[in-house]
């Protein structure tokens, strides 16, 4: 199977029936290109490995991405400056495929370390005053320590029921004066810290060295021979298979066109796939007999895909762009809201104060 890189994003939002028909993580990975023409050690039959031992149809939870070494003669030649990129890239992919077969979400790239701090390092009492948000957080009335801090959304709860303030007025200001993180955020950040190393989602950081390698495995691949061509479809792959296993959009982050071109692609059609998955759901008989919870719950999922979907096809969409806010879908008054950063989307926001400077 051969991967094409689109040229425009554009193309691939409007081809949105060819998009959502993409191959899954599954596929991508099945039948990776390796260098090795001839048969490895032992027969190699139809449906059987190297040594016989049958293979299953789907892809295994110890599945791996495995690029091609050049073999290099002094620690002077080219070819062994990509050996360390070629080493992360296999080892950042194998914790992303070990994550997402375990059941995690597998990369967050706008969660940093200072957030990983911000949801399990509890400050000093003595830092902050008990009316502010931030005390609020982490330390109950009595000045007792909760054993995690409040979520955004139970923050937001607490100060409308206790200053008495709208919802949309406590989520703003939560989202203004706290570091409280939204819940599936918190919950991703405290099971990365107690997950084993060896299947551990990626942070932002750690996301962006992954994004890295593989610029430069594709930079360095980009000889004749038939080994470069085959480290740049397999650099293609792995690309294919960051985007299909993202839910949130995020502007393409390589710096090589192609592979920017083809996260893109299948980036745009994983989401354009959730929305159809959600209204499915929502419109399932199982979902409308569970009562209106199960709906609102199907409904928000697909209003958050939608969401993203409308970031990915924005004109305004560029490569330095980064999603730092998630946007949170709340019930008021019957209707169903979605709030980014603390406000709606497109609402009109208030002129900021004018400032007065002294010359002289």
């Keep these: 199977m051969s991967i094409a890189a689109s040229a425009h994003i554009e193309e691939a939002a409007t081809?949105?029936?060819?998009?959502?028909?993409?191959?899954?993580?599954?596929?991508?990975?099945?039948?990776?290109?390796?260098?090795?023409?001839?048969?490895?050690?032992?027969?190699?039959?139809?449906?059987?490995?190297?040594?016989?031992?049958?293979?299953?149809?789907?892809?295994h939870a110890a599945a791996r991405v495995r690029f091609v070494y050049f073999p290099s003669v002094d620690g002077d030649d080219g070819r062994a400056v990509s050996h360390p990129h070629l080493t992360l890239a296999e080892v950042l992919l194998d914790r992303v495929l070990a994550a997402h077969a375990a059941g995690l979400r597998p990369m967050a790239p706008s969660l940093d370390y200072a957030?990983?701090?911000?949801?399990?390092?509890?400050?000093?009492?003595?830092?902050?005053?008990?009316?502010?948000?931030?005390?609020?957080?982490?330390?109950r009335t009595d000045g007792s320590a909760r054993t995690q801090p409040l979520t955004r959304e139970a923050l937001a709860l607490r100060l409308a029921a206790t200053d008495e303030l709208s919802m949309k007025e406590a989520r703003a200001r939560v989202a203004r004066r706290s570091h409280a993180l939204p819940a599936a955020d918190q919950a991703w950040l405290v099971d990365r810290r107690h997950t084993p190393l060896e299947r551990r989602p990626l942070n932002q950081a750690?996301?962006?060295?992954?994004?890295?390698?593989?610029?430069?495995?594709?930079?360095?691949?980009?000889?004749?021979?038939?080994?470069?061509?085959?480290?740049?479809?397999?650099?293609?792959?792995?690309?294919?298979?960051?985007?299909?296993?993202?839910?949130?959009?995020?502007?393409?982050?390589?710096?090589?066109?192609?592979?920017?071109?083809?996260?893109?692609e299948y980036h745009l059609a994983h989401l354009c796939r959730t929305i159809e998955n959600s209204r499915q759901a929502e419109s399932a008989s199982c979902?409308?007999?569970?009562?209106?919870?199960?709906?609102?719950?199907?409904?928000?999922?697909?209003?958050?895909?939608?969401?993203?979907?409308?970031?990915?096809?924005?004109?305004?969409?560029?490569?330095?762009?980064?999603?730092?806010?998630?946007?949170?879908?709340?019930?008021?008054?019957?209707?169903?809201?979605m709030f980014v950063g603390g406000r709606r989307p497109g609402a009109l926001v208030a002129p900021p104060a004018p400032t007065y400077a002294t010359f002289g």
């Design 206 to 264: 750690e996301f962006r060295m992954l994004v890295n390698a593989l610029d430069a495995i594709w930079e360095a691949s980009g000889g004749s021979s038939h080994m470069d061509g085959v480290n740049r479809r397999i650099a293609l792959r792995a690309v294919a298979v960051l985007g299909n296993l993202l839910d949130e959009y995020v502007a393409s982050p390589f710096q090589s066109a192609a592979l920017g071109d083809i996260f893109n």
């Design 15 to 59: 081809a949105r029936s060819v998009a959502v028909s993409l191959p899954p993580v599954d596929a991508l990975l099945g039948d990776l290109p390796t260098a090795h023409r001839a048969l490895p050690i032992g027969h190699r039959v139809a449906g059987q490995g190297c040594h016989g031992a049958k293979v299953g149809h789907r892809l």
């Design 115 to 139: 957030a990983e701090a911000r949801a399990t390092v509890r400050p000093p009492r003595r830092m902050f005053h008990p009316a502010t948000l931030e005390y609020r957080r982490w330390y």
């Design 287 to 337: 979902v409308l007999l569970a009562g209106p919870k199960a709906w609102f719950a199907a409904k928000s999922a697909r209003m958050r895909a939608e969401h993203q979907v409308g970031l990915a096809k924005s004109p305004a969409a560029s490569a330095t762009m980064r999603l730092s806010e998630r946007p949170v879908v709340a019930v008021i008054g019957g209707r169903l809201h």
